[in-house]
């Protein structure tokens, strides 16, 4: 998965949200079967955060963020993923900015019907990289 270097830094924070979740919405859907080893690190980090937080799948554990745990959440990814950028990582970058984006599509999903039904699919695809994640764990097979 290439970073994409095209996101805009000027225009409405709504407008700028909508075409990066698109965007990686698109590049998901086109590399799901192509980079096992990006899937493992977006199942890898969710996974680590239902952990941390006792919450069965993906989607429960959105919809159970306090205003002060999304905000922080949200600060966290901001400065992991782009010192994960800056360091090279594009693939853990990636996956820090899919979990971003699942958890800040809810806010926008009442403005967008394609952010709307957007969310939904990438709260499965989130939930299949977790799956699979576990599934490499008692494998002990690492991502290809």
């Known amino acids: ?13 709504e407008e700028i949200f909508k075409k990066r979740f698109l965007e990686v919405m698109k590049e998901m859907g086109e590399n799901t079967r192509n980079d096992p080893e990006g899937i493992w690190m977006i199942g890898s980090l969710a996974s680590s955060l239902l952990k941390q937080s006792q919450s069965p799948t993906w989607k429960r554990f959105k919809s159970a963020l306090t205003p ?9 990814f901001r400065k992991q993923g782009n010192q994960l950028a800056k360091d090279g990582k594009e693939k853990a970058a990636f996956a820090v900015e899919v979990l971003a984006l699942s958890i800040i599509a809810p806010t926008q999903s009442g403005q967008n019907e394609h952010i709307a039904s957007g969310d939904q ?9 977790i799956d699979f994640f576990h599934r490499s764990q008692a494998d002990h097979t690492p991502p290809n």
């Open 1 to 13: 998965m290439e970073e994409n270097q095209d996101v805009p830094s000027q225009g409405k924070p």
């Open 68 to 76: 002060e745990v999304y905000n922080s959440l949200i600060n966290s």
């Open 121 to 129: 699919l990438l709260n499965k695809m989130v939930q299949d990289s």
